[in-house]
């Protein structure tokens, strides 16, 4: 028993008039409803996968998970509140805010704010559609994407996500950041996609390091790459294909000042066949960073 994906997520930034630009303008998303002070953005036939609220942090405000049901919110409430970790009912208001049946709060321990909920709100009488021409956005039981987060306490990070979330480790990728020094980053799923959570062991100033959104198609790759460069965003990583996830994607920067991913092609986990493995580079190719 575990979550079963990333459901949403919400960030907290400066600008979200420059972010709502970007993100419909560049990533193609599909505005939702919003209100609340907040801006929404669809993926797919969920009403919403990500909101922006004004906020000075730049960085992620909170990540919901999602799982199948009432029982298996119970379940893992009980087995949080059983790890020790305090654990909260979401309340009627925030379940309304989130348009989820029911949902429980709690924080990691670097302190995120992490949301575990079942029965988010459905606009299947309103399909998706991009205002820039994005084909669709590979979700479903993948959740909406990965996140890739900074933590100073990777034991207890791991503790967190694995013994009490359920995350199970995809591999390691040993990143050299000079000649005398390495990290080892940490990648997990929870459903076929290669990670939905990678963990830096690194005190960075943001927890969030990127999020990744996957697209069908290399030409959605291709097609979102030229928005960006029209636009002026900085492409942090060029095209290139990842080491685990087999991936190729391009990184830039987003309006809050962490990044996105913007990918296609990830490999698919099969836990029956899994083995997890160890990599000394992240990316087979390209992903050169430095350009800005
Ligand atoms: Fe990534």
Not at 96 to 114: E, I, M, W
Not at 183 to 204: D, V, Y
Not at 219 to 224: C, E, H, L, S
């Amino acid at each position: 028993m575990s979550i079963q994906s990333l459901g949403y997520v919400g960030f907290a930034v400066k600008d979200p008039a420059a972010f709502d630009a970007f993100a419909t303008g560049v990533l193609g998303l599909m505005a939702g409803e919003g209100g609340g002070g907040e801006h929404r953005y669809r993926l797919d036939d969920l009403a919403w996968r990500i909101a922006v609220e004004a906020g000075e942090t730049d960085d992620l405000a909170y990540a919901g998970f999602e799982v199948a049901g009432p029982a298996e919110l119970e379940a893992l409430r009980a087995r949080l509140a059983a790890g020790g970790v305090a654990v909260a009912d979401g309340g009627a208001e925030l379940a309304a805010r989130r348009g989820v049946l029911g949902l429980v709060t709690c924080r990691d321990p670097d302190g995120l704010a992490v949301e575990i909920f079942y029965g988010p709100t459905l606009r299947t009488e309103t399909p998706f559609a991009s205002p820039v021409g994005v084909p669709a956005f590979l979700t479903g039981d993948q959740g909406l994407g990965h996140i890739v987060l900074s933590t100073r306490d990777m034991a207890a990070s791991r503790g967190f996500y694995e013994d009490l979330l359920g995350f199970r480790l995809s591999d390691i990728i040993s990143m050299r950041m000079g000649p005398q020094f390495s990290m080892e980053m940490a990648f997990f799923h929870c459903n076929p996609r290669h990670h939905t959570l990678a963990l830096m062991p690194a005190p960075l100033p943001k927890r969030l390091h990127h999020f990744m959104i996957q697209v069908p198609t290399l030409d959605a790759v291709g097609f979102a790459l030229e928005r960006a460069e029209a636009a002026g965003a900085p492409i942090t990583a060029s095209l290139g294909r990842h080491t685990n996830d087999h991936m190729v994607s391009f990184y830039a920067r987003t309006p809050g000042g962490f990044e996105v991913e913007f990918g296609f092609g990830a490999l698919e986990v099969d836990e029956a066949t899994w083995r997890v493995g160890r990599h000394d580079k992240p990316s087979s190719w390209g992903h050169k960073r430095g350009a800005h």
